[in-house]
């Protein structure tokens, strides 16, 4: 075949994959662009539907209807037929003629330029529901701009291995806030599952809003090669889009485009849009997909629900966790087998619950059925193995099982920053302090601006008794948000292992402030109690334990034992720890072993049984865990020095796993 196709204004190379119309290049998925260069290639031929298909898609069943959306997709982006000029006719039944007027094809010699090479398609038809049609839509348009991107070597472009997804702006009178950021957030699943692409978190770019918004800014502070940015526009039933893919580094535009898509039965679409974006995708950014047959819904009602309920997940407050739940269960009611909307309940439930308005009894049962639906609907899904996984090592006390499911998450959403810092807390929490720096530091390069993440990496600095990081990290967090409460919690603590009782008031009370709580004396007796101040200690006590009788948080009982050990009451400290191995009614004691909020127990025979049975025998689990011997002396090294409260580190908060990526639910406080 020529290399170099030209005709009208129009110049294809066929070696570097590149479609010019005048001084303009074109985005053209990977699919065009081998039907366009076999047609071209044969002007004025007849090519018969199953020869192109041959051609094409050689190791792969589709459709007729998948080549006529590609052929329709080509001629879109040609501008085909405008101006009543035609360049591929349709033959009725049979297939396709090039008819693009003066034509010329030549060999180009041979460059240092290499081609990219074509990514083999899967040997099986892939058919997918994806999550809405726009969404979809838009990572076609994402992923041609990509493609453009590496396919410009002759540029020396940088290649894009990271991007952010802003949240779509809707203009006019009419503007969807639910669906700006729904479609952004669905873009951002599927668009993080490629491997060898970086794509920020919805959270991650949830700030910026608004068509003020300075997109190159956010891709500079969001640490990524590329930012995108969308417009919606509802133009005589068809959605017109208009996309800039812009660098970081320079503000450059990489690729801009504008295309229009007909916004009638867009989930009778889906599976046909779904297969688009696989396609361009595992040929484009040349890595491994893994992508697992996705289920979402047919039903419109309940996708609405759905993206309704996201929207007021993601203002991480009790009032819109609440709401964000009554909107899934309402999506459910519509489609029973929504797995999208069992998994973001399920996540949901587990937050609300640390905010003490659920009975904890019945709320992990509800948990774990709603993630275990989730998960037998889609294997493929990433949040119900995140839940699992706190489930496992919150309430079940199941280590082995927890880490299994956090891999799990991790395997399907590799991108995903969330799971990262879950997974990072976990490990530093059972004494694995070099695999969780690793998981934390890939979760603050994935979501750098995050103050949870900076937090949670602050709090495993803490854990491993690296005082100063620890400080250096909450500061770094307060110069972005000071209003941010967790932060507190850790500088609270620091202060107090540290011999600064002072400042471990203050900052308690900041917290305190900020979460708007009025059940803090626990909190208060704790820091009394960690700098040797009983009688202060026991007067909080005493007046949390009257707030316990009208409704006190449930995660009393296991802050309350750690508060006592301070009192040097250990047996009282004890009874209560191995109460709650027995009844699994709290979380926040995985980390026994390893938490300097228990050192003042080390010594005594009952802890130490306690503390080497800890997530040991989950529920379900078998035979007691076998620890690995080095991470056992490692522990006892870090845990043999705790003699005076100047070498005690953080202890771990009660219901600190279930932190909202920007409020936490549980209280200021050493819980």
Known sequence: MAEIIQFGDFKVNVRERLVQRADDLIALTPKAFDVLAFLAGRPGQLILKAELLAAVWPDVVVSDSTL???????????????DGVRLIETVPKFGYRFVGGPHTATEEPASETQPVPDVPARKRRVRFRSAKLLAAVAGMALLGVLGAAVWRGKFREPPVRSVAVLPFHMEGPERDEVAEAGIADTLVTQLSQIRNLEVRSIGAVSRYTGPDRDPVRAGRELQTDAVLEGTLHSVSGRWRVNLRLLSSRDGKARWTTSFDERSQDLLS?????????????????????????????????????????????????????????????????????????HASLAEAILIRSGYGAMAQGSVMARVREEAGKAVALDPGLADPHRVLGLLAENYDYNRRAAESEYRRALEVAPNDAATHDYFGEFLGLTGRFDEAEREMRLAARLDPLSPVVQTDWAKVAMLARNYDVALERTQRVLDLNPAFPNVYTIRELVFAFTGRPEKSLAAQQEGVRLYGLKDHALGFSFVAATAARTWDAA?????????????????????????????????????????????????????????????PLRGHPRFQAAAEGNGCYGAGSGPPCRR????????????????????????????????????????????
Do not use: C
């Open 539 to 599: 007067r909080y006590l005493a007046e949390a334990e009257e707030q316990q009788k009208t409704g006190m948080r449930w995660t009393a009982g296991i802050s309350y034992a750690r508060t006592v050990a301070w009192m040097n009451q250990p047996d009282r400290a004890i009874d209560l720890i191995e109460k709650t191995l027995r009844t699994h009614e709290a979380p926040g004691i995985v980390g026994l072993e390893v938490e300097p909020g228990w050192d």
């Open 68 to 82: 006529k959306r590609t052929v329709s997709d080509l001629r879109t982006a040609l501008g085909d037929g405008q």
């Open 269 to 341: 679409l889906e599976d046909a849009i779904a297969e688009r974006v696989y396609m361009a995708i595992s040929a484009v950014v040349g890595g491994e997909y893994r992508r697992e047959s996705h289920r979402g819904t047919m039903d419109a009602e309940a996708y609405r629900l759905y993206l309704e309920g996201r929207y007021l997940f993601g203002k991480r407050t009790e009032e819109g966790f609440g709401q964000s739940v009554q909107k899934f269960e309402q999506s459910i009611a519509r489609d029973p087998n929504y797995a999208d909307a």
């Open 628 to 671: 690995e011997d080095q991470n056992r002396a490692e522990r006892r090294r870090l845990v043999s020095h705790a003699s005076h409260p100047g070498n005690h580190a953080l202890v771990s908060r009660g219901n600190r796993h279930f932190h909202a990526h920007e409020q936490h639910p549980s209280a200021p406080s050493a819980l």
